[in-house]
C-alpha cells in the first residue's frame, strides 16, 4: 500500500509565509518567493530533501535564506483511496508511467507565483534522453529567479503532460537512475554555489573547471613534500606570473587529454 503523508510538506530557508490552499491540507502555511532564487522539487519523496543540499556551504545558505528549497509532494494530487499517479503504459510493456492529469497538478501548483517565462524560471524534467547539464546551464539557472524539477520515477511520465508544458528534459549524464532526486539534488548544488554570497570567495568558481571550457589545473598544499612527491617548484616561486600561466598550460593539458569533446570545443571557440 502506498505510504500516504500526513505531516506538512517541508519548506526550506528562512522567508516569510502566507496561507494558501494546497491538496494535502485545506489550510496551512506556505512561503512567499520575495526575491530569494527557488527550487521547486516534484517528487514522490519530498524527505529526500534537502539531504546532501543540507549540508555544507549550500546547507549553510539554505539557513541564511540565501536560497529556497519546495519540495512538492507528489502523492496527494493522486486520485482515489491509494492516491495512484501512475497506470500502466499504452500499447503494452513492463513498469508504470507517471499520468499526465495528475503531474499537471503538481506543475500547476509548482507554477504559482512564478514569471511565465523559461528563461526567467526553466521547468525540467530529469531525464536519462534530455540535454546533459553542463556549467553553462547551472549558470543559466543561477541568473533566472528558480527553477522547477520534475523528478520521474517507474518508466517515465506521461508524454503529452511534457508538451503541454514545454518541460525541457535534463540529464545528469549518460546513465540511468531509479528516480530523478539524486539528479535533482547535483544539479541545485551546481547552480546555488553560483549564487551570489553563498560561497564565502566569490572569485573561487572563476578557476574551476568548466568555467572557462577547461578542466582544472592541479591543486597543492602542505606539506611541501609527501611521500616523495614534491610541491611544483614554480608554485612556491611567488612569480604570480608564471604561476598563472603553468596553470593554464596545465589545464589545457589535462581537458586535451581526459575531455578531447570539450578540448575541440574550446579550440573552436579560441578560433
Given at each position: ?160 503532460v511534457l508538451e503541454e508544458y514545454q518541460i525541457e528534459e535534463v540529464s ?8 530523478g532526486e539524486l539528479a535533482a539534488q547535483a544539479m541545485i548544488d551546481a ?81
Amino acid at each position: 500500500m502506498p505510504r500516504v503523508m500526513t505531516e506538512k510538506p517541508k519548506s526550506h530557508g528562512r522567508l516569510k509565509v502566507r496561507p494558501t490552499l494546497t491538496p494535502r491540507a485545506l489550510m496551512e502555511d506556505t512561503p512567499d518567493l520575495v526575491n530569494t532564487w527557488t527550487a521547486r522539487v516534484i517528487t514522490l519523496f519530498p524527505n529526500a530533501f534537502p539531504g546532501v543540499l543540507g549540508q555544507s556551504l549550500t546547507g549553510k545558505a539554505l539557513d541564511m535564506g540565501k536560497w529556497r528549497l519546495e519540495p512538492i509532494d507528489l502523492r496527494p494530487f493522486g486520485e482515489g483511496k491509494h492516491k495512484n499517479v501512475d497506470d500502466t503504459p499504452a500499447g503494452g510493456g513492463a513498469g508504470m508511467v507517471l499520468r499526465a492529469d495528475i503531474v499537471s497538478k503538481a506543475l500547476d501548483k509548482a507554477a504559482e507565483g512564478t514569471p511565465t517565462s523559461r528563461g526567467r524560471w526553466p521547468v525540467v524534467y530529469l531525464s536519462p534522453r534530455g540535454r546533459r547539464f553542463d556549467q553553462t546551464m547551472a549558470k543559466n539557472w543561477a541568473r533566472a529567479e528558480g527553477v522547477t524539477l520534475l523528478c520521474g520515477r517507474f518508466e517515465g511520465v506521461d508524454e503529452r503532460v511534457l508538451e503541454e508544458y514545454q518541460i525541457e528534459e535534463v540529464s545528469l549524464g549518460d546513465f540511468v537512475l531509479t528516480g530523478g532526486e539524486l539528479a535533482a539534488q547535483a544539479m541545485i548544488d551546481a547552480t546555488v554555489r553560483l549564487l551570489p554570497g553563498v560561497l564565502g570567495n566569490a572569485t573561487s568558481t572563476e578557476d574551476e573547471s568548466h568555467s572557462h571550457g577547461l578542466l582544472e589545473h592541479p591543486q597543492y598544499t602542505r606539506p611541501a613534500e609527501w611521500r616523495g612527491r614534491a610541491i611544483p617548484e614554480v608554485l612556491l616561486s611567488g612569480n604570480h606570473g608564471a604561476v598563472e600561466e603553468w596553470r593554464r598550460e596545465m589545464s589545457e593539458a589535462l581537458t586535451r587529454a581526459r575531455r578531447p569533446d570539450l578540448w575541440a570545443k574550446y579550440e573552436e571557440n579560441k578560433g
